[in-house]
C-alpha cells in the first residue's frame, strides 16, 4: 500500500541531523527561563495542528493569522539564547584563526599588578578582557583610549574623582582600547542582594560573550574573576594571574 514511499539513506540522514539539533536545542535551554516560553510556543503549533486537522474555520483563520508573526516572535524571545548559541560556534577551533586574541603575557603581568594595587587602597575597579568574540559594541560605549596597558594606566584611571572611574575598561591583545564603557548587568537573582554594579556587569558580560572579567571591591577591597558567568571572589593577585592564563590558554 505504500510502496510509493521509498525511503532512502539521506531521509535517515535528515531525520537524525534535526533529532540531534532539537536535542541540543532543548539541553540549551535546560534550567533557563526560556524553556517555559518554548512550551507557550508549542502550545501555539498543537492548536494550529488541531484546527487543520478538524477544519474549525474561525481558530483556523486566528491562527493562521498568528504563524507569519511565529518566526519573528521565536526570534524576539529566544534572542539571548540564540546569540549564545552563534557566538558559540566561533569558539571552535577550524574558526579561531578568523578572530582576535587575548591579553598577551606582559598584558596580564599589568593586570594583576594594577589588581593588587587597587586591592590595597580599595580602589573599585572593573577590566574587561577581550577574548574571540569582539567587544566593539561595548568599546563604543566608552571612551577611546588605545593605549599600551600599564598598571599605572589602569590604576590612574580607576581613581576617583577621575571621570571614567565608574564604567569598565576593555583590553584587546595588549592595549586598553577604552574606559567608562557600559555593560550589561546579569539578571540571575541571587547577584542583586550580593553583590554590586560592578559584579554584576562583570558577571553580565562574561555571560553573553567569551570575554573575561576582573572585578576589585571598593567596599572590601577583594579581588573577583568573571568567566562564563560564574564568579570566582576573594582571590590573591597570584590567584588571579592564574585564572586569567588558564581562561586565555584554554581550547574551547
Excluded at 45 to 68: E, M, P, Y
Excluded at 74 to 79: E, K, L, P, R
Excluded at 122 to 140: H, N, Q, S
Aim: glycine content about 8%.
Amino acid at each position: 500500500m505504500l510502496s510509493f514511499v521509498k525511503f532512502r539513506l539521506v531521509d535517515a540522514l535528515d531525520i537524525l541531523l534535526v533529532a540531534l539539533l532539537a536535542y541540543y536545542f532543548l539541553r540549551f535551554l535546560k534550567g533557563t527561563r526560556a524553556i517555559r516560553m518554548l512550551y507557550g510556543l508549542f502550545f501555539l503549533v498543537a492548536v494550529s495542528f488541531i484546527a487543520r486537522w478538524f477544519d474549525f474555520k474561525a481558530l483556523g483563520l486566528i491562527v493562521n493569522s498568528l504563524t507569519t508573526v511565529w518566526i519573528v516572535a521565536f526570534v524576539i524571545i529566544f534572542q539571548p539564547e540564540l546569540r549564545n548559541i552563534l557566538s558559540m560556534f566561533g569558539r571552535y577551533r577550524p574558526l579561531r584563526f578568523l578572530l582576535k586574541q587575548g591579553a598577551d603575557a606582559a598584558a596580564v603581568d599589568e593586570i594583576v599588578d594594577a589588581a593588587a594595587q587597587m586591592k590595597d587602597h580599595k580602589t573599585g575597579a572593573l577590566m574587561v578582557i577581550e577574548r574571540d568574540i569582539g567587544l566593539r559594541d561595548f568599546i563604543e560605549t566608552g571612551t577611546r583610549i588605545e593605549a599600551r596597558v600599564s598598571a599605572s594606566l589602569i590604576v590612574s584611571i580607576f581613581t576617583p574623582p577621575a571621570p571614567l572611574h565608574d564604567g569598565a575598561v576593555i583590553i584587546t591583545g595588549g592595549q586598553v582600547m577604552a574606559a567608562g564603557c557600559t555593560l550589561p548587568l546579569s539578571d540571575e537573582r541571587y547577584v542583586e542582594s550580593a553583590l554590586g554594579m560592578r559584579h554584576r556587569a562583570g558577571l553580565g558580560i562574561s555571560a553573553v560573550t567569551d570575554a573575561i572579567a576582573v572585578i576589585v571591591s571598593e567596599t572590601t577591597g577583594k579581588i573577583s574573576f568573571a568567566s562564563r558567568g560564574k564568579l570566582l571572589s576573594g582571590l590573591t593577585p597570584s590567584q588571579l594571574k592564574y585564572n586569567i592564563q588558564q581562561a586565555l590558554a584554554k581550547e574551547l
